[in-house]
T-cell receptor, first 113, second 116 residues
Framework: GDSVTQMEGPVTLSEEAFLTINCTYT??????LFWYVQYPGEGLQLLLK?????DKGSNKGFEATYRKETTSFHLEKGSVQVSDSAVYFC????????????FGQGTELSVKP | NAGVTQTPKFQVLKTGQSMTLQCAQD?????MYWYRQDPGMGLRLIYY???????DKGEVPNGYNVSRLNKREFSLRLESAAPSQTSVYFC???????????????FGSGTRLTVV
């Protein structure tokens, strides 16, 4: 079945450091890919998405590119802030499967001043 | 504010007790979902309802039942709670992807359930 694998956390960075969180997937079809963010004590919010190969999703300085050849969707940000501290989830959704989201295990990011 | 509302936010149950988690959305979305979140395991789908009147099992349905009461409401029931069901439960709804700032999915704020 479909699955998503993320790099393990927690990840601890200093403010203004470069961030990469790796995400790879396996899918039987041609999925849409997502990054969700969960701030402490809150639900999930969509951070960015991409629906086809070579699409780049971007939001709030975060970027991720849909790489079909490597089945990857790595999240990057050039300069993190303390306010970026959260748990980040990579997810996929296939067409004609009821809109179900399949999530990776999540990566906790802690940014220190 | 439009969105997905879950109740209760916190609950402690004794083993063997039953309870129903409520979820309601006011965005006229067709599809609704129940996920559980456990440390190191991400979110796993329990049940979903692709449209009013239909429900289907997800990845981890054992020990749960659901009811799609109407288009707005999708409840999750634990008939006999077990400590393994201690988790954070999230309800989500999904509308048309096009033009939606949330990519079509909207999540509730979660219910933290502890079974002792």
């Amino acid at each position: 079945g479909d699955s998503v694998t993320q790099m393990e956390g927690p990840v601890t960075l200093s403010e203004e450091a470069f961030l990469t969180i790796n995400c790879t997937y396996t899918a039987t079809g041609y999925p849409s890919l997502f990054w969700y963010v969960q701030y402490p004590g809150e639900g999930l919010q969509l951070l960015l998405k991409a629906t086809k190969a070579d699409d780049k999703g971007s939001n709030k300085g975060f970027e991720a590119t849909y790489r079909k050849e490597t089945t990857s969707f790595h999240l990057e940000k050039g300069s993190v802030q303390v306010s970026d501290s959260a748990v980040y989830f990579c997810a996929l959704s296939e067409r004609n499967q009821g809109g179900k989201l399949i999530f990776g295990q999540g990566t906790e990011l802690s940014v220190k001043p | 504010n439009a969105g997905v509302t879950q109740t209760p936010k916190f609950q402690v149950l004794k083993t063997g007790q039953s309870m129903t988690l409520q979820c309601a959305q006011d965005m006229n979305h067709n599809s609704m979902y129940w996920y559980r979140q456990d440390p190191g395991m991400g979110l796993r789908l329990i049940y979903y309802s692709a449209s009013e009147g239909t429900t289907d099992k997800g990845e981890v349905p054992n020990g749960y039942n659901v009811s799609r009461l109407n288009k707005r409401e999708f409840s999750l029931r634990l008939e006999s709670a077990a400590p393994s069901q201690t988790s954070v439960y999230f309800c989500a709804s999904r509308g048309r992807d096009r033009g939606s700032p949330m990519g079509g999915y909207t999540f509730g704020s979660g219910t933290r359930l502890t079974v002792v």
